[in-house]
């Protein structure tokens, strides 16, 4: 009997049931009179007659029941969508599970239950969710389709119309865009062999790049195509040098003065390009040449663009849209994560049931994989023992091996400043040197020089990493905890190598505008334009970064990968064998997106050239993967990495936004360049166009900055959050509550089956003994018949 | 127009797209897999009764790439089958790749992982069936002892009821929290 081998705590409650009597409510269940006749046969075989092995028809019929008379209650209005899809979220896999058994009986009994067009067509869009096999669903689909249903009126009609034309819409979307779907052979190719954990990543790149792109789109609509189509609508006064207003100093001849600095006439055009400067500085793709006017379309004085404000709008909506993006990204992850993180993990669960990728094709991915199960099993088995070693650690040793761990850290600390200082160090180096006309004059020298900063960072970048895992190594942790460790570790490097670089920009330009009545000051190495010069270092670090990726990816781990692989000895494989170091890889893609971040307020051409990049880093990155590594014996979750990504990627845009923040508002336009020259700061355009405005934004505006409105605003906030707060709590308990009571409801099951075949056995035995007595009495007296 | 050959009526494209999840051009990708499978015997233009009736048998649809390293392979091709043998008929093979598909929600995938699961049919996830898919995920590498032991652990996080064996509620419980499920339990076309 399924309970009796499991020492089940036997629970005393039973001992009530008798005197309950016949006070206990009868359920009818699905059984006859035959079905008593089979259990008398066999009384272990109650079990099967349970509502809950009838799989789904006794439960959810009744639920189907409450949807027939809800349909009957609601068949005279409008639908509610949304009820009826939360209702029928979850029981219209279930409710029509019970169609499993039999469609036809389920069907709604058309004679007393006319359903409307709407409803129809709703059962219908449902069908594929029916666990049933195709003939079913064709044939439900065709009943649906035949029986008679009431026509909608008026206004209903309409609204349905609206829903079956969106969802018409919506579809022939989704085939558009599957058509037209990028890399979808390349994405088959890597989850053929390494699984849907590393397929997440390149879809990230994916992403990455149309974010990029549409951002692109909306630059060239609003802002380079506006300063390359419109002139200014008034003529600017002329740079007179005599004039007070317009002489040395002022925005015109300062601005007339960087027009005219050209590069030297030795550098040919790919230098000017691949540096940004020169002819290349002067155009759309920099700040320097915007327009600081009102544009107009052939001098209409009526239609007017505010270059300034179109400029510094469309740079917050960058942001805006891309922590838009990413926030509902992570939300969805989020949302997953938070559910699952109630209660217990099911650990054994999850590695058999979901443990295996049904996407994986090549054998030799398929052997690691099913390595890669066994030992995450193995290791799930010994983690009971491990865990008690660790706790019966000697106090030696847990000495030992804190300060172990408080040495390493304290040496990754010094690493760090390191690597920062370097930076910071050759970052001033370059700019000093190029004043230098020694190395003015070798154009392949002051390349170097102007590469150097950026040569630095990348160097950095690549280096520290490997002595950070040697080092992590040393520390002993458990291996999920190493991946995050090192990879907060690397973040850190990147995010203050950038720091670094801001930093000593910031004390480059730290002194007045060059442009002065005074002329420029001899210390003062800032450049006429720093805008564009920022812009320009952004630039670079960007090419240079992705040239780097192409240098690691083919000329490094291409042989070392071709040399592990062919080669037989094992001090040549241990070296050369790669395996995927996925945060590793995401780090590099979230670098460039801060990177373009950072850089595309001062070069609009940023965005652009990181979308060119993503492109092209989707084939760099499949090489690595598909050519350079094998599968690793870590198994990626493709829940855990998506999570990871969006974390990376949102830590790294809430970091950058503080520097920019801090220079739109705060620093000093260049005089000479750009569309803020003249203004005391880049935020002051936003203010003038506020008070510029008309009257009532103004008022609406200064009403919700009044103690009548913030005050109460400012208190219901509070009262919400603490509500929803009470609220998550209530919830947990009560899933704990009904846990509980699941658990005793099981008990009790067992306890009553358990006790039913024992009446059954009795009256077994009852009826036997009985008939058996009847049996010989009958003997007894066809005997003494017989005898007499 | 021309001789455009046409593989499905519009009619039956409809029908098959109200009832998978798949788009028209990934039905006749699916249609173009199938019959890759067997040439001779798979028509190049489906009338609805071929879709019905024309089977591919179990051994050479086990060799479709996307099945082939799969552990599960013959019990899935047991599960989608009509005839119950493993056959598949092209509404059969469409089937099981619309409920493999990234579109199909939770709950169907469940359904079906519970049938895959349950080797022996009873409606329950019992030791012998945890064992079979122990045994097939770990190619028997694992010591009967530890076999064991891993079974009783999983009933013990899953079992609710406490009858020893996984009952539908019990798995479906089980994977909501499980989160993976849905992108693992997920073939590409």
């Not at chain 1, 008026?154 to 085939?175: A, H, V």
């Not at chain 1, 009526?302 to 404000?309: G, Q, T």
């Not at chain 1, 991946?483 to 670094?500: A, D, E, F, H, N």
């Not at chain 2, 996830?125 to 009967?144: A, E, I, M, V, Y």
Request: proline content about 4%; overall charge positive; glycine content about 4%.
């Amino acid at each position: 009997m399924s309970g009796g081998e499991r020492k089940v705590k036997r629970h005393p409650r039973g001992q009530g049931w008798e005197e309950a009597g016949g006070e206990f409510y009868q359920e009818s269940y699905p059984g006859g009179e035959a079905e008593l006749e089979a259990m008398h046969q066999n009384p272990s075989n109650i079990a099967t007659l349970l509502p809950s092995k009838q799989n789904r028809t006794a439960t959810y019929s009744k639920m189907y029941d409450a949807k027939t008379t809800m349909r009957r209650r609601t068949a005279n209005r409008t639908a509610n969508r949304a009820q009826y899809q939360t209702t029928a979220r979850r029981p219209s896999a279930s409710a029509a599970t019970a169609a499993a058994t039999d469609v036809a009986s389920m069907l709604p009994d058309l004679s007393e239950n006319l359903s409307n067009e709407e409803r129809t067509w709703e059962e219908i869009m449902q069908i594929k969710a029916l666990p049933v096999s195709m003939a079913q669903k064709k044939e439900h689909k065709a009943k649906l389709q035949s029986q008679t249903k009431l026509r909608l009126q008026g206004l209903e009609q309409l609204k349905w119309q609206r829903r079956k034309m969106w969802q018409r819409l919506r579809r022939s979307w989704s085939e558009a865009y599957a058509k037209m779907e990028l890399w979808r052979h390349s994405m088959k190719e890597v989850e053929g062999d390494f699984g849907t954990g590393v397929v997440a990543y390149f879809l990230f790149i994916k992403w990455l790049m149309f974010l990029n792109l549409g951002v692109c789109t909306l630059m060239v609509l609003f802002i380079v195509l506006p300063a390359v189509f419109l002139k200014p609508a008034q003529q600017f006064p002329e740079c007179n040098l005599s004039n007070n207003f317009t002489g040395q100093g002022s925005v015109e001849c300062c601005s007339a003065q960087y027009a005219n600095t050209t590069s030297e006439p030795a550098e040919n055009i790919f230098m000017q390009f691949i540096q940004g400067r020169g002819i290349v500085e002067h155009t759309q793709a920099f700040y320097g040449v915007y327009p600081n006017v009102e544009l107009t379309l052939n001098s209409a004085a009526w239609l007017s663009y505010d270059m300034p404000l179109a400029y510094i709008s469309l740079s917050l909506v960058f942001m805006l849209v891309s922590l838009a993006a990413i926030v509902k990204s992570a939300a969805k992850g989020f949302k997953e994560r938070l559910v699952e993180g109630e209660g217990q993990f099911y650990q054994y669960c999850n590695i058999i049931f979901s443990g295996w990728d049904f996407c994986i094709k090549n054998e030799k991915s398929a052997c690691i994989k099913h390595k890669a199960i066994f030992n995450e099993i193995k290791a799930s088995i010994e983690s009971e023992r491990i865990e008690e070693e660790r706790l019966t650690r000697s106090k030696e040793e847990r000495f030992k091996l804190f300060s172990v761990r408080v040495l390493v850290n304290l040496a990754v600390f010094v690493l760090l400043i390191a690597a920062l200082y370097l930076i910071y160090v050759v970052f001033d180096f370059s700019a000093q040197t190029q004043t230098d006309y020694i190395i003015a004059n070798n154009t392949l020298l002051r390349l170097l020089f102007e590469f150097l900063p950026s040569l630095c960072v990348v160097g950095l970048n690549l280096v520290i990493p490997i002595i950070l895992g040697m080092l992590v190594r040393l520390e002993r942790y458990s291996p999920v905890l190493i991946v995050r460790i090192t990879l907060m570790r690397t973040v850190l490097l990147r995010l203050s190598s950038l720091g670094v670089v801001l930093l000593s920009f910031y004390r480059q330009f730290n002194c007045d505008d060059p442009c002065r009545p005074e002329g420029a000051d001899a210390k003062c190495k800032k450049p006429l334009c720093w805008e564009t010069y920022v812009g320009q270092q952004f630039f670079k670090l960007m090419l240079v970064d992705f040239l780097s990726h192409i240098a690691v990816t083919f000329i490094v781990n291409f042989p070392r990968g071709q040399l592990a692989k062919y080669s037989h000895n094992s001090v040549v494989a241990y070296l050369g064998e790669q395996q995927f170091d996925l945060p590793k890889h995401v780090l590099d893609v979230v670098y460039i997106q801060t990177l373009c971040w950072l850089g595309s307020f001062f070069a609009p051409v940023l965005p652009l050239m990181a979308s060119i990049i993503f492109f092209f880093m989707f084939y760099i990155k499949k090489f690595a993967c598909l050519v350079n590594s094998k599968p690793s014996t870590i198994p990626y979750r493709a829940s855990r990495s998506n999570s990871l990504f969006m974390a990376v990627l949102l830590l790294s845009f809430v970091v950058m936004i503080i520097p920019l923040g801090y220079t739109i508002a705060e620093r000093t336009p260049s005089k000479s360049c750009g569309p803020f020259r003249g203004l005391p700061s880049v935020w002051s355009v936003i203010v003038r166009t506020f008070v510029s405005s008309p009257a009532w934004i103004k008022h609406v505006v200064f009403f919700f900055t009044t103690a009548g409105f913030a005050v109460p605003a400012f208190i219901t906030l509070i009262l919400c959050l603490y509500y929803f707060y009470a609220v998550s709590a209530a919830n947990k308990h009560m899933v704990l509550v009904l846990k509980n009571q699941l658990v005793l409801e099981g008990r009790d099951k067992q306890f009553l089956l358990h006790r039913l075949s024992q009446i059954i056995k009795q009256q077994q035995e009852h009826h036997k003994a009985m008939r058996a007595a009847a049996q010989s009495a009958h003997m007894n007296s066809t005997d003494i018949s017989s005898s007499t | 127009m021309g001789n455009k050959l046409v593989t499905f009526t519009e009619e039956q494209l409809n029908d098959y797209q109200d009832c998978t999840f798949f788009t028209r051009k990934e039905i006749l990708r699916v249609h173009k897999k199938f019959r890759e499978l067997q040439p001779d015997l798979v028509p190049r233009t489906m009338t609805k009764d071929d879709a019905v009736h024309v089977r591919v048998a179990r051994d050479i649809m086990e060799r479709l790439p996307e099945l082939r390293e799969n552990p599960f392979k013959s019990r899935i091709c047991e599960v989608f089958s009509s005839d119950g043998k493993g056959n598949l008929s092209f509404e059969d093979f469409l089937d099981m790749l619309s409920i493999l598909n990234e579109h199909a929600p939770r709950d169907i995938k469940v359904y079906y992982a519970f049938k895959i699961y349950d080797f022996d049919n009873d409606q329950f996830l019992g030791p012998s069936d945890l064992q079979q898919t122990l045994r097939l995920l770990t190619q028997s590498q694992l010591l009967p002892e530890e076999m064991t032991q891993v079974c009783e652990k999983v009933v013990d996080e899953c079992d609710v009821d406490a009858d020893g064996r996984l009952s539908y509620m019990e798995f479906e419980h089980v994977i909501t929290r499980a989160p993976d499920f849905l992108s693992t339990f997920h073939i590409r076309i």
